[in-house]
């Protein structure tokens, strides 16, 4: 019978290690003649001894089957003795080696269908652990098994999913046994994941988007938080374009949030903190995600128990302006790359197109994210003509709320009137649709009208304001001129809208005056009920380029008493009623806001996306004479 060779060891044993102590050993004992020592040692050579040691991968295979096995027994010793390894923290005194993980994550990997609920224990502790700062072997490991588990237990994809977008923020390392991998690096395997698990898992790409709603930063979370968790959700996109509506929509969504929360707070500050907040932020346009982070620990230790809870809010509004700064910055420079695309041309425009009708026009006070639209709807006569049309079509769309119909024509005036390049003939075209709309409401509720009601008609009043806003900024562009002076809409000599100098010259398109006599003059007397800002702007321009006199009306409309309409009261017990509240205000909480939503962007960073597209405020000529001469004539 042959004899049996004598099995492989299971341990390893360094070559270097003495298996007793040299004092333990005779030396007097004769050493065998028949053998000759075919190594010496010398004194000087390092003898390492091993206190633990590494287990052979055979082993490992061996322990994690039969701790799977005996877990559905209820037998959870070695389960749970795996399932602590990949929870050991810094401080723990039996760190695994990186060998020894290595070797674990890689005997998993052939049971990862049997990780189902049972095995939660495990598997959250595997997609806790501090996997994204170790070597680039055991990462690609670590990703092939959480491929493997969400492909085959699709119950875990949703954590899968959140734990690799919670990483876009939060990196973590708990284990101090390896050198942490660089920010860069860790996003880099972060994405490489979720981009596996998006090639191979088709519902994916729906957890996906659910995810990156939940785990998006709160409004009191850092500036810091908040751009890198955007830039990484726009890097997505890259490699699951699918998502590109979805991550624009949701980040979109937030900032709009965010921007109305700062003008609400504004508001309730007191006036001298809150005028000139916004504008005294400190501009940098070259701040990098480290820059970001110290700014932040900057702003928590300045914070100073003596300040009052004015200044305290003031400091919190600052912060979320810079939050919003940041954020817009990088959308400009996102929305810039895809316009910039021909093929992605046209899908950019209706994302924007989108979210304007369904996030931003519905909400009231939003003082920034629609200069998105603002700037790149101006970039072609096309996208400049198909927004114009789309705020058209939702100003006078009567299936609309009537508000979401006034904030249309808010929106459609604003960027008529500040566009830079918003062509003259679309300007016209704009003010003579608008002029002939007001035409046709007047003949409707002038039969019956009483005297301005604010309630009653609303949209009249609210398109007369568009109208007038839009002469105030663009009246140059209402001259007559002639064909082959088409690029000039000034006549001869006029170079800006001080020169007016000689005031017979200004002819008017056909229509203009008449448009404005009509709108004007009537009893539904809109003047009263437009925002005096706008209206006395109107009142100065139209004077002095000769096209109507309005300061009678206007002296007139200061004994005219507005009167609030109770129609919508109508089925209930509330009467109208005056009360001293009401006499005293005499009507002018019901005058229109001088809301126009392309008012100057004053977002530090971010502004240089419009240096190019805004068309400033002019003002007039000083004429103190005219203005003397009128008040005197008024006091007589």
Known sequence: MAQSLPAKPLIRRSTLVRKRDESDMDDTTPSSPSKRARVAFSDEVEINYVEEWEKAPELIREEVRRAINRHIRNDDEEYDRIRNMFSQEDNSEEVPSP???????????????????????????????????????????????????VSSQGTWLSAAVGMLVEMFTNPGRKVNVYRPASQSKVQLRVHFALKSILQHVPTASQVLAGTLGSHFPYPSDSKRTHIQYVRSALRIVDYAPELRSDILELVTERMVKIDVEIQVDLEELAVEIGDGLVQNLTEDRGEEDEELDSQDSDEDSDLEEDLDAELLRAKEINASVQKLDLVMDVLFDYYSQIFADPSLNATAAATLLSHFSTLILPTYQSRHIQFLQFHFFQTSEVLVDRFVGTCLHLTFDTTRPTIVRQSSAAYLASFVARGRHVPAQITRSVFAYIGNRLTELRAQYEPTCRGPDPERYSTFYALTQALLYIFCFRWKDLLATNEDNRESLSPPGLASATDLDDLDTFTFVPGVKDILNSVIFNRL???????????????ELTEKVGIIYIYTLLEANKRVRLVYSMAKYANSDMKSRETALTAKRDGEGYRLDAYFPFDPYQLPRSKRWLADDYREWEKLGDDDSDADSRDDSDDE
């Open 99 to 149: 060998t020894t993980m290595r070797n674990y994550v890689a005997a998993l990997l052939p049971h990862a269908s049997s990780l189902s609920r049972s095995c939660s224990g495990l598997v959250r502790a595997i997609l806790a652990s501090d996997w994204a700062h170790r070597g680039d072997d055991y990462v690609s490991l670590f990703t092939r098994l959480i491929l493997n588990i």
């Open 525 to 539: 007397n809109p003047l009263r009920i437009c925002a005096p800002g706008i209206v006395e702007v109107f009142a």
